[in-house]
């Protein structure tokens, strides 16, 4: 090749990265929106629902699924003050570590005013997204539930109606139990415990921050008498996330879990139905609590449009954009005037009946979430194989609770 | 004692033995990433596990052809490793040549320091990195994004390439000089084809190096998407919290399938590259 040609090149790609350059700074946009939803099928119906309701032209940019990705990503955008986003999506692990940072910028005068707020779940905005100084720093997106599922075929098999309290659970697990089945069924990976170990404390009318409480104890014994005592649950789900979960639960391995979402894995597997696996009311131990989460829009204190992304919440905070939400994703509207608004099914109606009888709370989570969730899980599974006693796990519960909260 | 025709049936099996195992280890994670990618996401985890699927299916990359903007993202990749390899080679070449070639402290220091950035693990750059190039506007943009990419491969490129050039007796260069070459003429006529064999090695690499490339594309850029990132935005099905294994598998064997065939067709040249590279330093 001669001398000329490389020169030649060297001038190309000069000009092209110019070429470049001045193509990506020439696009102008509203609003900039980081998104975890941007590979839905029907985000680009969304996108043009808000587009047309607010009159905003809006960059959308795909966020990491992977949550430790994008844990790190949304982190290194929000402490180095990067104002070219403007919207994030939030989970309720990143918001609890986020609400008192002063990263995100306060919405209670703008955004959620009093007359929309009363809409929303008290528990969870006052557990999830208000900070230490009573600012409130998102738009929950919808409500979801950690939800209990059955398997209606074990149900009949055994001859149980329903599962309405504390005995009903046990003996049904107890004649679930049978053939290498098991009765009752968790992910106890120590990252995913945490959502189960802080169901059971809840349902026994404990406090997940107070390990002094009895009530906190019982909760615990309970899970290890459900392996030990009863054998009702194997051991080997130490290991298991969602994932195996599910499918141990699709296969006919487990009769009952908690889990959230609204059952896309059963159907995908044809074992979704009223007369299958389905919703069921929680049962009622000494309370007849659940969890709820979300995924919240936030404003990023440091965004150059703040008018804009008002604009862009008080759409998604709106009747016209939870229902908007329903119809492209399915996420059921965390406001409760909307919820009624939406069509009957069986769905909808156990979660309307989640939100009237039982007790609804945000999950307990820290700042440093993920160190105490992985902490309490790791503690939780010594407990399990018998490593540490039920009181030693509640004594080092309750200084990890000291520690993080 | 073993007759030699015996001695070498044994070897022969041996060596089999160790090749079809080598070749399980390497090839079996490969099959298991595809079956996954073809079975329906209710039938992942069941157990006993199933090494063909019951029911097959395309549909997982069907959903990415149509939801996850693939063709772009292969644009944005072909245009940064397309220049990334052009320019760091060329860059690379220069710095080799200087390195084998001429000899003082400043150099051999410059050549330690190339080596150290190898060691530097890019997390611990990252915070004060990505507020740099903001800060010089290079943050999400084609030009910044290259430039990072060619720090990224010319340290490896480099220490091949000087590596060749030593190997290439100075007497030649010196011969065409007592010809009445200048130094431009010693380096693109008599060095550069010398070192073709070389440049195609670490073309080769550094394309898979760049193509594999996902701490650099996922933490300074946001409109500019690469395929190495869109792993990590495939929606959640279900519910929130888990992981769409079926559509990662998918969308892992579309990564890997550029490297497998680029490996495949330049086997012999990767592999002579870096064994004549890297006989001595």
Redesign the interface.
Known sequence: MKKNNYLLILVSITLLLFGLSFSISAADYDLTLYSILTTDPDFSDWLNDVETATGLKINVIAAPTNSDTRQQKVTTILSSGDSSIDILELNDEMASSFKNSGWLAPLQAQVLTADILKYFPDGYVSDMITSRQGDIIGVPGYSGYLAFWVDQQKLDKYGFDSIDNKEDFIAFAKAASVDGNYGYGGSWERTYVFNEIATFVNLFGGDYFDWTNPANKEAIQFMYDMVHKWQVTPIEQLADKYEQLNQKFIDGKYAMIFMWGTGAEYRAANRYGQDQIHMAMMPEFKTRSIFTDSWSYVLNSASKNKEAAYKFLRYVAGEQGMLSAWDNFDRFPARSDVAKEIPENEITKMYQRYSEECIVRGRPMAPQTMEFITQMGTIFQQAMQDKITIDEFCQQAQSFVEQYK | MLKSKQKLFLTGVFKWIIALLVAFLILFPLYWIFISSIT????????PINYLPENPTLSNYI?LL???GLMNKIISTV?IIG?TL??ST?VSIMAAYAFARYNSLGLNIAFLFILFSMLIPNVVT??PL??FM?KV?L?????GL?ILYISQVIPFTVLILRNFVNNIPISIEEAAAIDGANF?QMI?NIV?PLLKPAIATVAITNFIICLNEFFIP??YA????VLS?AI????????????P?DLVSAMGWIIILPIIIFVAVFEKQIMDGIMAGGVKA
């Open positions: 329906p996401s209710g039938e992942l985890f069941q157990r959903f149509k939801n996850v245009i220049i052009i320019v060329i990252a915070r990505y507020d903001r506007d943050y999400d943009t084609y030009p290259i431009f693109f550069l996922l933490f946001n409109n500019i998407q990132t990590t935005q495939l929606p959640l099905q279900g519910n929130m919290y888990s992981v294994w």
